[in-house]
């Protein structure tokens, strides 16, 4: 099997790779094809890559290309993890978000809003690039904010667009630990939009363990959620949230934190991966553990910030393994070997939260096989959850309508409109900041 990996010049590459050398089942990628506009990029990736394929038998053969159309014909999957604007772009997002005092993080608030109107037009000439030149090709997105990008791409793809997200299987996960349960066999009740979900239950042999861990302080006190939110607010909420709801329940001190950090995510990992970019044009450097060193220390500082804010502490060594390679491989393995599966994807409604219509893209358990993947029909969302899963995907929609109108007026709307952005004028401040900044946000007028 071919794979074409859009953004293959991307610091998380490797783990991709990583994973697909430990698959040794028959019918697994032979082929990887990194394409990426930025050539000294993918050299560098290329090189790590091939170190980790140091004395692995048969492992996947790595071809490197800027050209689009190239990586994409004979492709069997298309994993697209690009960043349009690059960590600069990020850096930019925080700093005019955070200049107007509301949050900047990457897929949450003003930021986020940013983002998108910045990727959803690269995105969607992808996804006609896809459907033109690779009609059976399934494309996996990684792409933020993923859920806003996996609906702008099925509205050329259709079903054969997944958006995918470790934030949940991280959190099933966590919770399963505390258990004592076996994450491998137990149903994982969540359901919202990506950066925006719940698990309302953990059933294991039928029975729903979750009520043990809420009454439990101990318990809720143990893992990473926990602490980040307090056991208080967990009990009122009957549920565990994704933990990128930090930036909504706890919003003023997520603000504050970000702002007294001085330096934003954004800025930190644009200086860190310059370092690691520049390291690599030195031929002679170690392209392998130059990478692994990066990777580390980008880990443990991941949502810092949030954790001083709610005194979590330092991330425990189990959640420093990421995992959203593993959800991607597998999704993979169900598709082209029918080897069936349950996971929690970025896919489109049908019907599942009865609250939005079919095409909105929702983040609910899913069945998957080589038809693609199926969502589990869900319980309803309590009210609480149901106004932000509504507001929210209702701001997706308008900056999908203002990347294909190139309404100004519209980009306006979007950031007013989020829970998040407290004032019109702020919101008419954000976009005349971000067009200062962004010459990818031209199109509006």
Not at 172 to 193: N, Q
Not at 301 to 314: H, I, L, P, V
């Amino acid at each position: 099997m071919r794979l074409t990996i859009l953004g293959g010049g991307g610091f998380r590459v490797p783990l991709v790779y990583g994973a697909l050398l430990a698959d040794r089942a028959e019918g697994r990628v032979t082929e990887v094809v990194l394409h990426d506009l930025d050539g000294g990029r993918l050299s560098a990736v290329t090189r790590v890559l091939t170190e980790q394929a140091a004395g692995a038998p048969d492992a996947p053969v790595v071809h490197a290309t800027t050209d689009l159309d190239e990586a994409l014909r004979g492709a069997d999957f298309v994993f697209s993890a690009i960043r349009v604007g690059g960590l600069e772009g990020r850096a930019d997002d925080e700093r005019v978000a955070f200049a107007e005092g509301v949050l900047g993080q990457e897929t949450v608030g003003a930021g986020g809003i940013a983002y998108g109107l910045r990727t959803v037009p690269v995105a969607v000439e992808i996804a006609r690039r896809v459907a033109r030149l690779a009609p059976d090709a399934w494309l996996i997105n990684f792409t933020n904010p993923a859920g806003l990008v996996t609906e702008a791409m099925s509205r050329h793809l259709g079903d054969r667009v997944i958006g995918i997200c470790d934030s949940p299987v991280g959190l099933g996960r966590r919770i399963a630990r505390v258990l004592g349960a076996d994450p491998g066999r137990a149903w994982i009740d969540y359901a919202g939009l990506n950066h925006l979900g719940w698990v309302r239950g953990l059933r294991v042999a039928g029975c729903d363990e979750l009520p043990r861990l809420l009454a439990d302080l101990e318990l809720l006190g143990s893992f990473e959620e926990g602490r980040l939110f307090g056991a208080e607010w967990l009990r009122s909420l009957g549920a565990i949230p994704n933990e990128y709801l930090h930036y909504y329940y706890f919003n003023r001190e997520a603000v504050q934190a970000h702002q007294g950090s001085g330096k934003t995510r954004g800025a930190f990992l644009r200086d860190q991966q310059a370092r690691f970019y520049e390291e690599l044009r030195d031929p002679q450097a170690a392209a392998l553990p130059a990478w692994n060193r990066t990777r580390a220390e980008r880990e443990a500082t991941y949502m810092a910030e949030n954790r001083e804010a709610a005194g979590a502490g330092e991330r425990e060594d189990d959640d420093l393994s990421g995992g959203y390679e593993k959800v991607a491989l597998a999704l993979m393995r169900a598709i082209a070997r029918d080897e069936r599966t349950t996971l929690i994807l970025n896919v489109r409604n049908r019907g599942t939260l009865s609250v939005l219509d079919d095409d909105a893209v929702v983040e609910v358990p899913c069945l998957v096989d080589a038809n693609g993947a199926h969502p589990v029909s869900v319980d309803p969302l309590p009210g609480h959850a149901t106004g932000l899963v509504c507001a929210v995907k209702a701001v997706e929609r308008e900056v999908l309508a203002a990347a294909g109108s190139g309404s100004r007026a519209t980009a306006v709307k979007a950031f007013a409109l989020h829970p998040l952005v407290d004032s019109v004028n702020v919101a008419r401040r954000l976009v005349d900041g971000y067009l200062a900044v962004h010459p990818g946000l031209a199109y509006l007028r």
